[in-house]
T-cell receptor
């Protein structure tokens, strides 16, 4: 199975900051990488699919990059509603494993 | 507006079985692949299973393979997850999610609210 490792596991930032979360696959997954946001007590929400494509309705301050094994999610100009947990997921081959999550907290 | 509603969760003893349902509305269910994802209390997301739009292709996480069976009834616009030999490790909120397979890339675009399964004696 392909393993997905996110870093950091948690980070603190302030409103208006820019942060980057990294996701590494244990083998190449081309661009078969999705990012999700889960706010506390809420259902996960798709942010980015195919590594770089912004899901309809997601603000442009979210961006994804990468291919192969290394991927990033960057959030610019952090807003209060962005403080949540973020997950990557590979969909190159089943099982479609998620990363362990990165919790973004308000500093 | 797409809508997914899970049901069938509850409290069950170890070793018993449970069937979850996911009722779809507001979109052409038969055109979408579907997934089940679970989340144990306070933990991260765990992908559980996938079924293609017509039910011909299925896949499972290693942790549930041989115990869980995914299926769908496109005439009823409903997705199912039959779970057997349940253990405490299966305690989680179970979500169904639709997959548009945009440009050949699978993603979990729309999620239900989830149904809680608690396994304990």
């Amino acid at each position: 199975d392909i393993q997905m490792t996110q870093s950091p596991s948690s980070l603190s930032a302030s409103v208006g900051d820019t942060v980057t979360i990294t996701c590494r696959a244990s083998q190449s997954i081309n661009r078969y990488l999705n990012w999700y946001q889960q706010q506390p007590g809420r259902v996960p929400k798709l942010l980015i699919f195919a590594a770089t494509t912004l899901q309809f309705g997601v603000p442009s301050r979210f961006s994804g990059n990468g291919s192969g094994t290394d991927f990033t999610l960057t959030i610019s100009n952090l807003q209060p509603e962005d403080f949540a947990t973020y997950y990557c997921q590979q969909t190159y081959i089943t099982p479609y494993i998620f990363g362990q999550g990165t919790t973004l907290e308000i500093k | 507006q797409a809508h997914l509603v899970e049901s069938g969760g509850g409290v069950v003893q170890p070793g018993r079985s449970l069937r979850l349902s996911c009722a779809a509305s507001g979109f052409t269910f038969r055109s979408y692949a579907m997934h089940w994802v679970r989340q144990a209390p306070g933990k991260g997301l765990e992908w559980v299973s996938f079924i293609s739009y017509n039910g011909s292709d299925k896949s499972y996480a290693d942790s549930v393979k041989g115990r869980f069976t995914i299926s769908r009834d496109n005439s009823k616009k409903t997705l199912y997850l039959q779970m057997t030999s349940l253990s405490a490790e299966d305690t989680a909120t179970y979500y169904c999610a639709r997959d548009p397979n945009s440009y050949g890339y699978s993603s979990l675009e729309h999620w239900g609210q989830g149904t809680l399964v608690s396994v304990f004696s």
